[in-house]
T-cell receptor, first 114, second 111 residues
Framework: DGGITQSPKYLFRKEGQNVTLSCEQNLNHDAMYWYRQDPGQGLRLIYYSQIVNDFQKGDIAEGYSVSREKKESFPLTVTSAQKNPTAFYLC?????????????FGNGTRLTVT | RKEVEQDPGPFNVPEGATVAFNCTYSNSASQSFFWYRQDCRKEPKLLMSVYSSGNEDGRFTAQLNRASQYISLLIRDSKLSDSATYLCAVTRGSTLGRLYFGRGTQLTVWP
């Protein structure tokens, strides 16, 4: 079955360490996105990529980095520069950029930094 | 002003009730509109797209009002299993595919 796989489901890190969250999709979608969700704050866009080898900052990109070397993969690195990294991270994708293309989400990675 | 605003609730309704949520958006260039459902500690899942003419899927009806810049979701004959957070999402014409989300409206249906 096609879908988006995020791993791991839960991740624990010490403050000061970089950590990379994995996101893989086999939906043949062109565009991929990373959102962060905090309680009561909804989804905020971190980075997105509409084509391989290209990506753009979202609303809260500071302290994060991404790469898009393959169409299927869009890993997110949470660096030590991110002040409040503990959150629920959601990866999503949609088809060839169009006006009526809903997002499909992975099942998320819950990151806790202490 | 936020791109998308929703009443966070919570809405607590008995089984069988009809409940409606509204969501306002600030950018008149918004092109596409969606409702997502999110269960506790899970990812959002697409509930339905919202079309200009309004659309219905079983007990769920979505409407779009471009003049007043809001979308609505009506749930008839609420079930216990409808308990979740409902997120509205809109696109803006300048950035194809990117969705802007509201904070979500929490619904609890009680027996």
């Amino acid at each position: 079955d096609g879908g988006i796989t995020q791993s791991p489901k839960y991740l624990f890190r010490k403050e000061g360490q970089n950590v990379t969250l994995s996101c893989e999709q086999n939906l043949n979608h062109d565009a991929m996105y990373w959102y962060r969700q905090d309680p009561g704050q909804g989804l905020r866009l971190i980075y997105y990529s509409q084509i391989v080898n290209d990506f753009q900052k979202g609303d809260i990109a500071e302290g994060y980095s991404v790469s898009r070397e393959k169409k299927e993969s869009f890993p997110l690195t949470v660096t030590s520069a991110q002040k409040n990294p503990t959150a629920f991270y959601l990866c999503a994708s949609n088809g060839k950029s169009s006006y009526n293309s809903p997002l499909h989400f992975g099942n998320g990675t819950r990151l806790t930094v202490t | 002003r936020k791109e998308v605003e929703q009443d966070p609730g919570p809405f607590n309704v008995p089984e069988g009730a009809t409940v409606a949520f509204n969501c306002t958006y600030s950018n008149s260039a918004s092109q596409s509109f969606f409702w997502y459902r999110q269960d506790c500690r899970k990812e959002p899942k697409l509930l339905m797209s919202v079309y200009s003419s309004g659309n219905e899927d079983g007990r769920f009806t979505a409407q779009l009002n471009r003049a007043s810049q809001y979308i609505s979701l009506l749930i008839r004959d609420s079930k216990l299993s409808d308990s979740a957070t409902y997120l509205c999402a809109v696109t803006r014409g300048s950035t194809l595919g990117r969705l802007y989300f509201g904070r979500g409206t929490q619904l609890t249906v009680w027996p």
